[in-house]
């Protein structure tokens, strides 16, 4: 069967060409990569850019990642967990500014009980039309299977990097747990979780080669949701702090956290995966405020994520400082995001917005199966 001119794939995706895409810098080469981001994006996703609701439920974490600021060991931060009541009037907030999922996320918290959680996934179907996706970490087979029977639709976990070497030296082990994302991923494909998965851009440590392979390793993982963006340094962090420098990678190898890099991340990986819901995420709207969202929703990006915790929350929820949106409320959000998409030529998009695999279901008259 022939193929159709606008899914006939014309970029080269083994490991040498993504990173040779990563690593160009001429602006006029660079035009043909985000042109064909946003062509297959149109082509495979269409124009509509899907809001989903994040609601930030508990910065309580028991784990020691290196780069992250809700990391245990940091001291100063006001820790909270909000209630089941709270959560449910924020999704209701969310359901009336229009959007069609909410994701809770969180630090790894065991206060987030399994049957807590469980009760809040349960509440929200009853009570919404709200796809649900959860984002609370590594978390037990059990607990997994609980939420999902409890109704959860997607469920976050981003892998950071795809090295091995990196991923043990920024992600110490829980006590007596092997911190293994991929195997959890895997399982909770099992359990008929829409999985979604991302990384960092210019984490200390991180080669070319990594991040091309992250790329690679996303389509090999046939993801549902892929999240990237730059890594910005938390101070409260070992590679945030004035030590962090012994974490870089030889100046020729090491990624820089910067927004071109991102960008031709995103792209590259849309190329990749094309039917995949890909935010323009909130990180890269920080590292560039004026035209961050945007640039990221034109190079390959079809989801934004704005935030609908409250206020009085948020600013406790310090991942890493300085987060664009954190004073503005959820409306304003809502109305700023609806006037900027819609500057773009696109729609806002109604409805849970999951992933819609129509155009690979035909596996022969497509070639960007995976
Ligand atoms: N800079 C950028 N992103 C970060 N995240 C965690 N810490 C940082 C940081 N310092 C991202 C991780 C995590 C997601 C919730 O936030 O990728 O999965
Ligand atoms: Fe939050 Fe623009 S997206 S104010």
């Known amino acids: 069967m022939p193929v159709k001119p606008e899914t006939r794939p014309s970029f080269c995706l083994d490991h040498a060409c993504v990173r040779a895409w990563l690593t160009e810098r001429d602006p006029a080469v660079l035009e043909d990569l985000w042109a064909e981001a946003d062509r297959v994006r149109q082509a495979h996703v269409g124009d509509a850019v899907h809001l989903r609701g994040l609601i930030e439920v508990s910065s309580h974490c028991i784990r020691h990642c290196l780069y992250c600021g809700l990391r245990a060991p940091s001291e100063g931060l006001e820790r909270y967990r909000m209630t089941a009541d709270e959560i449910l009037a924020c999704a209701q907030e969310a359901v009336a500014l229009g959007y069609g999922s909410v994701v809770l996320q969180g630090g790894e918290d065991p206060g987030l009980t399994r049957d807590g959680v469980a009760d809040i996934v349960r509440a929200l179907k009853r009570d919404t039309p709200l796809a649900v996706t959860l984002s609370l970490g590594e978390r037990d087979d059990e607990d997994l299977l609980a939420w999902r029977k409890a109704g959860a639709d997607r469920y976050l976990l981003r892998?950071?990097?795809?090295?091995?070497?990196?991923?043990r030296r920024i992600h110490p082990n829980r006590s007596g747990v092997l911190s293994d994302r991929f195997a959890q991923l895997r399982r909770m494909r099992r359990m008929g979780y829409e999985i979604g998965s991302g990384v960092m851009v210019g984490i200390p440590g991180q080669t070319w080669d990594a991040l091309a392979d992250d790329i690679l390793r996303f389509r090999e993982l046939d993801l549902d949701m892929i999240g990237i963006g730059p890594f910005l340094p938390s101070p409260r962090t070992p590679l945030g702090d004035s030590h962090a420098d012994a974490f870089l990678a030889e100046p020729e190898d090491q990624v820089p956290?910067?927004?071109?890099?991102?960008?031709?991340?995103?792209?590259?990986?849309?190329?990749a995966c094309p039917d995949a819901n890909i935010p323009s995420t909130t990180a890269l709207a920080t590292l560039d405020r004026e035209r961050g969202r945007e640039l990221g929703l034109m190079r390959g990006a079809n989801v934004v994520m704005p935030n609908v915790t409250p206020l009085r929350y948020r600013i406790h929820y310090e991942i890493y400082p300085g987060k664009a949106c954190l004073n503005e409320t959820a409306v304003a959000c809502q109305g700023c995001l609806a006037g900027r998409i819609q500057a773009l030529g696109r729609t806002v998009g109604t409805g849970p917005g999951g992933r819609n695999q129509t155009h690979c279901k035909d596996l022969t008259s497509c070639d960007f199966h995976h």
């Open 159 to 167: 892998f950071e990097t795809s090295d091995p070497i990196l991923y």
């Open 257 to 271: 956290n910067d927004e071109l890099t991102t960008l031709k991340a995103v792209a590259l990986t849309r190329l």
